[in-house]
């Protein structure tokens, strides 16, 4: 397991404070558990629409965990999403986060805020 590092460029220092909070992959931190299995699911429902209501609800799930992570600072989970969030023909920089899973969980909270407006 190795800590993730923020550039200082990129992050500011309250920033990367609350970034070196996050749960680190490879651990068996109960948060990080449970967005791996939301992300497993989501996944195994990429058939579904986005706005489907499991798609939703896993939507809704995920939206909660974030802000808890974040520390309800919404501009540093967007900052953060896109850094993490593979570019084309790159690989992941996390494990299991493709294009794919990317772009499809991108659409599940389009809808999800759009609702929320």
């Known amino acids: 397991m190795i800590p993730a590092t923020f550039p ?28 791996i299995e939301w992300l497993q699911d989501i996944r195994l429902n990429m058939d579904k629409s986005p706005s489907d209501a499991k798609m939703q609800q896993l939507a809704e799930l995920l939206h909660l965990q974030m802000v808890e992570l974040f520390q309800g600072n919404a501009e540093l989970m967007d900052k953060y999403w896109n850094l993490i969030k593979p570019k084309e023909n790159e690989a992941p920089l996390v494990y299991g986060l493709d294009q794919e899973l990317a772009g499809y969980i991108d659409r599940m909270f389009d809808y999800y805020y759009r609702q929320r407006e």
Not at 10 to 30: A, K, N
Request: aromatic share 8%; glycine share 4%; hydrophobic share 35%.
């Open 8 to 35: 200082e460029q990129l992050f500011t220092e309250e920033e990367r404070e609350i970034l070196e909070q996050l749960p680190v992959f490879g651990s068996d931190e109960p948060r990080l558990l449970k967005l």
